[in-house]
């Protein structure tokens, strides 16, 4: 018989999920993908309640969750913005926050700019709680997103060189990939300027695990190597020289010509994007960051589902 | 066989309907009024989902579009005030919010205080989109709902004659509704004070359009010869003197007393009110104005319906 | 046959419900936790809309509203935080907004921080209007979960000896749940500072409905006493001298010590808590505040069906 091994689990971080355990959700999501394209809705989840409980305001991962609920029969509770509540105004506790929350929902998923804060919750809590970012912490769900991307677009998880472009430091959502992609002991290039490149504890991490690591700040050097080009925001509040700013800005833009030469690399961004690519890749075939999106949708479903113990 | 000329398209401004269309539309919402008198809910939508995209927040509007859907048996994901949310603040442009807002949803409703905002969507995504206000721009959906309201309460569109009161200069509501009206040839009294009279190009593109135009200060007058009178707020940031705001905004104010004499005449109003029409009026049988309201979801439940191409 | 007395009603303040009124929706709101534990959700409410327009953002009650209201099938229309809308902002009254928003719901849930602004909504409208909290005034739906509680707890409403512990003078909390109990002629311990005492009249209006009052601030003498502690939250804003506030809070923190020869003893709190009750109390299985706040979701299902009429 089959056992799910997801059944009342919480999604703290990336590491929290085994090689198998990505594979078993990037299968389910896939099987979500086609029959939904089919019967636009399903019943699997009719009779339970999601809690999204947004201490940061963030429409895109708050509206994919939810859209993800409501696809597979269940309803939501939104707190698009909890900081404005009268209960965290008047200091109370994450875990106490929680607490309440599960009593009106089968699962939470909460954002919150601190550290630790969605392990804070699901200490308190029986129900599955589902991090969707805590502060410079992880982001588990882009991470699964971003795996499905690249499997659906390039057939595969192994085998596979994947460039990192940007602020590989303080980007969380790079860490959690970098994490993930290294059970598949993939070929990792990390292109950033020397201010933002990936700290070093992290780097042996992901050598450790398989990965093949190189660092450089040649972004040439990734476009002609890579399969899968994932480009990151460089923001300006981590420089204190806004020339030194502009000057890096403007050496990780990807533009139409830069990527002329390789049709075959798939582009990836965690969105939103502001400049760091420009408006003319986006008709390319191998710009893939709005697929990238829209399969936050299928790869939340799966992951709803799994954690609820309702699998089709 | 039917043809639906509304399948898939978006609604920008007014004058993208054809005369024929909105009385499509108008006939639909009817249909949908006298049966949910009965049913209570439709399964028509069942398995849709609307986003809600409010750059500001308009309690009125967005309600109005969820509840309609909700109606049909839709879903709604729901962005009371996407200016806070993170990607907004990151620089995000309309076209890529409204591209990944697409990918959750299967129709997009925009408010945003930028002329152009909601083509400007409509240009970046496949989904149909509707412009729910683009600032000083358009909201084609209030002109809807106000012919609805013309409609049911006249028994007919054309041989009405119409006369706007308040601050026809700024005020998108009359501009969209007597770009419409002009299509049944219908006689329009604008009566505002000189400062804040209707722009004379849209006075003249009126007049080519057949419509009877006539401009007046004298509220008494319009009184005595409308069938319909449909009344507007005069906003105090308009005037540099506030005196002069308060002389006008007193001789442009709606009371029993002045309409005594004519219990036929149908008030409207777009609502919020603030004061230009007192509150001794709301009791009248042909104080229209929450009626109006109402009308909203039945207009944009037909909306919703023919744009998704799901008619009953 | 059956008459339900509460069908098409208002709930405004706690002392609309007669007590053989109470203990109908204490006995329906049982019905449905038993129920559901079952079914998960009923069709009971299908096709109802019910609206929560909080004009003082609370996720606590209206997510409590809000997933009983699913969990009977119907849906919600939600304004997090009504304050924000641009109709508030131009002026619009409450009676307004209220009338509008009936044209979209069929049941209306309020909180605003004006005493009084529940009954201006009630009287503007012919939808029931529920009192979600208006400011110092009323919060009945707090009450008859606290109720819910007790019964649930002590499996009995009168016979029960309450302590109430913290700032009686202002807590909207206590002087609704002290009114209700009065029907059952308990015996209210009132333990407060002399500055916070409940006021006079109310404790005179209590003993005249047949209650028995102790006034005191000795804690200590209400936990030797007591069946019930209901500990509220003493705010710093009521003290113009800060050393005052910090001995008085610590002279009514609730830990887990205090409570060591009353196992008996149900300790329960409206939430959020701050630090009037050590996290050391949690644990107890007498710590009753995160199951009474569960309780809210039973006793308002029961209220929405008894109110909508539509009894299972």
């Known amino acids: 018989m089959f056992v799910n091994p997801l059944a009342r689990r919480d999604l703290i971080g990336i590491d929290d999920l085994s090689k198998d355990e990505i594979v078993f959700l990037l299968d389910l999501g896939n099987r979500f993908e086609e029959t939904i394209g089919r019967t636009r809705v399903m019943d699997l989840l009719h009779g339970f309640q999601l809690a999204t409980l947004f201490y940061e305001p963030s429409t895109r991962t708050r509206l994919s969750f939810e859209s993800a609920m ?53 200490d308190a809590v029986e129900i599955p709680v589902i991090n969707a970012g805590d502060g410079a912490g992880e982001h588990p769900t882009q991470a699964l997103l971003d795996l499905y991307t690249i499997w659906k ?18 980007g969380r959502t790079v860490h959690s990939l970098s994490k993930a992609l290294a ?8 292109v950033s300027p020397p201010a933002l490149k990936m ?48 000057r890096l800005r403007g050496s990780y833009t990807i533009n139409r010509a830069l990527l002329a030469a390789r049709p075959d ?18 008709s390319l075939p191998n710009a893939a960051y709005f697929r990238q999106a829209n399969n936050g949708v299928w790869a939340r479903m799966a992951l709803l589902a799994a954690l609820l113990d309702r699998l089709p």
């Not at 900081?83 to 929902?105: H, L, N, P, W």
């Not at 677009?153 to 303080?170: F, P, Q, S, Y």
């Not at 504890?201 to 040649?218: F, M, N, R, S, W």
Request: hydrophobic share 40%.
């Open 70 to 122: 409501q696809r597979l029969g269940g309803q939501v509770l939104s707190v698009a913005d909890a900081r404005t509540a009268s209960s965290a105004a008047k200091g109370e506790s994450i875990a106490d926050a929680a607490r309440v929350v599960a009593t009106y929902a089968d699962i939470l998923v909460q954002r919150h700019p601190a550290i630790g804060s969605a392990q804070e919750a699901a």
């Open 153 to 170: 677009e390039k057939g595969r998880l192994d085998h596979v060189t994947i460039a990192m472009v940007g602020d590989l430091k303080h």
């Open 183 to 190: 059970c598949w002991k993939d070929h990792l290039i990390l």
């Open 199 to 246: 700290d070093s504890h992290l780097v042996a991490y992901l050598g450790q695990k398989g990965a093949q690591v190189t660092e450089t700040d040649d972004l040439q050097l990734a476009i002609n190597e890579a399969d899968v080009l994932y480009v990151t925001r460089i923001q300006r509040e981590r420089f204190s020289d806004p020339e030194e700013y502009l």
């Open 265 to 282: 690399l798939t582009v990836m961004h965690p969105l939103p994007r502001v400049d760091e690519i420009a408006t003319d890749v986006d």
